[in-house]
């Protein structure tokens, strides 16, 4: 890890975090149309199974949860300084966003939603550092992308699929900036996988 | 007649298991871009410990379904599948065409090169100290 480029990312994350900011306003709008109603939901799903958008939606809730709980790691860890604390507790709360839709959504669809399990296994006795403990933040983060580009096209709904797509797209930035603490290229591919 | 036939049985399951074993025995593909690839699952899985989906570690010869303490989709206990090289291949082409029903929300990979690369890679953690051997 550069602790130059830690010392010296302050300025840039009062950016990100405006930005952050800005995508917040975008997702509650992704957020707010697959809410809209179960009509709306099932009008769309003719002839696919709503079993499986449920499915999909519980696992990726699943993980969501794990994010959150990994994050309450990372901050209680007392190895983050501000203003990478900060950061980290902004990326949980987003994650915590993505828990509520999700719940929400899969209570609209009729199904039964995940709940967070008790605990969590994570590889604490590797988290010596702040650096350990972005790395394996931006591990689960781009995980996360890997996994709702995954799920996206499998969705028989487009809502559904438009509401994973922004999700994914947070997910992105979080794994992009955590790279930029890092002292990494930020984003080294132009496309995901 | 009957052990015969039972005895005939056993031979060729016997054989079977071996040319499966053999089949895992030296899995073709990359282990080096395949490690790249797992990033991929790293939202869910993790090779030594149970995530939102199963541990790694264990997974070569395993049924699918059994990891104790894993909470698993009713059609993955019912799959009767063990995992080896050429069901982890189909499975990872397309998780839900392999196992309608799967908790698996993942459309696949569906590079093959990229399915052996990330077998190998999963082959080789298995034998390693990762998995503890």
């Given at each position: ?78 190895l983050l300084q501000k203003p990478v604390l900060d950061l ?106 | ?6 005895a005939v049985f056993v031979i060729v399951l016997a054989a ?52 104790e303490g894993f909470t698993y989709s009713p059609a993955m ?57």
């Open positions: 890890m550069s602790l130059l480029l830690l010392d010296n990312a302050p300025l840039a994350l009062a950016t990100r975090r405006s930005f952050l900011g800005k995508s917040g306003v975008l997702l509650s709008g992704a957020a707010i149309a697959l809410l809209a109603g179960q009509e709306a939901l099932a009008a769309t799903n003719a002839g696919k199974s709503t079993a499986d958008d449920i499915r999909i939606l519980n696992s990726a809730l699943g993980a969501e949860f794990e994010a959150i709980a990994a994050y309450q790691v990372g901050a209680e860890s007392g980290a507790v902004t990326f949980q709360g987003h994650h915590k966003e993505h828990a509520d839709v999700l719940g929400k959504t899969i209570a609209k669809l009729g199904g039964k939603a995940v709940v967070a399990k008790e605990r969590y296994t994570f590889p604490t006795d590797t988290l010596k550092s702040q650096a350990d403990v972005l790395r394996f933040a931006a591990s689960l983060e781009k995980g996360a992308v890997s996994a709702y580009l995954g799920a996206v096209p499998l969705f028989g709904n487009s809502d559904l699929a438009k509401a994973a797509a922004s999700i994914l797209g947070d997910e992105a930035m979080h794994w992009a900036i955590l790279r930029n603490a890092l002292g990494e290229a930020p984003v080294p591919v132009a496309f995901m996988s | 007649m009957t052990s015969v036939r039972q079977f298991a071996a040319s499966a074993y053999a089949k895992d025995a030296k899995v073709p593909g990359d282990p080096g871009n395949g490690e790249m690839i797992y990033a991929r699952c790293a939202a869910c899985h993790a090779l030594a410990y149970d995530r939102t989906g199963p541990r790694h570690c264990g997974l070569f010869g395993r049924r699918a379904g059994s990891v206990k019912r799959s009767k599948i063990v995992w080896n090289a050429a069901t982890l291949d189909g499975f990872l082409r397309s998780p839900l065409t392999y196992v309608p029903g799967t908790a698996m929300g993942y459309a696949g990979v569906t590079d093959a090169k990229e399915r052996t690369d990330l077998i190998a890679y999963l082959k080789r953690a298995n034998e390693s100290p990762l998995c503890g051997k």
